[in-house]
């Protein structure tokens, strides 16, 4: 089956923390979704919010791929990510159609501080702005 264009706005950014879950992933592409705010309680997540950018990574990957992530999601935190359709903006100003997976029903609760720090390494890696930076790391 082909693969699909999907965008992460959590730690799966990195294409080193997608080959700890054992997808092959050479690298991720620096991307920006408008129209949503990143929210961390406990987990990542959106909100629609059309004045805010959330920065990630695309990905290039399988169903099956996809299927094994939010599906350890699901068992470890017991959270449901549904995927949804986007366009994600690139660098170069060019438009990327992707996946994206949001959580309708995330229960409010403090972030974890371990995965805070670690997102906000992933979007320095990715050379997201500073300010971006700064807010992953308001969720400590």
Not at 16 to 34: M, V
Not at 36 to 46: A, D, F, K, Q, T
Not at 108 to 113: H, I, K, R, V
């Amino acid at each position: 089956m082909k693969n699909v264009w999907i965008f992460f706005y959590g730690t799966f950014m990195s294409a080193k923390i997608l080959r700890k879950y054992g997808i092959n992933c050479e690298q991720t592409t620096p991307a920006r979704l408008n129209g949503y705010e990143l929210s961390i309680r406990p987990r990542v997540n959106l909100k629609k919010n059309a004045d805010v950018v959330v920065y990630g990574g695309l990905a290039h990957i399988s169903h099956k791929d996809i299927d094994s992530l939010y599906g350890n999601l699901k068992d470890n935190f017991a959270i449901i990510y549904n995927p949804y359709p986007v366009i994600t903006e690139l660098s170069d100003g060019s438009f990327m159609p992707a996946l994206c997976y949001v959580s309708p029903d995330i229960q409010d609760a403090p972030a974890d501080p371990d995965y805070v720090k670690e997102l906000a390494q992933c979007a320095i890696k990715m050379k997201t702005p500073e300010v971006y930076v700064r807010h992953i790391r308001s969720f400590i």
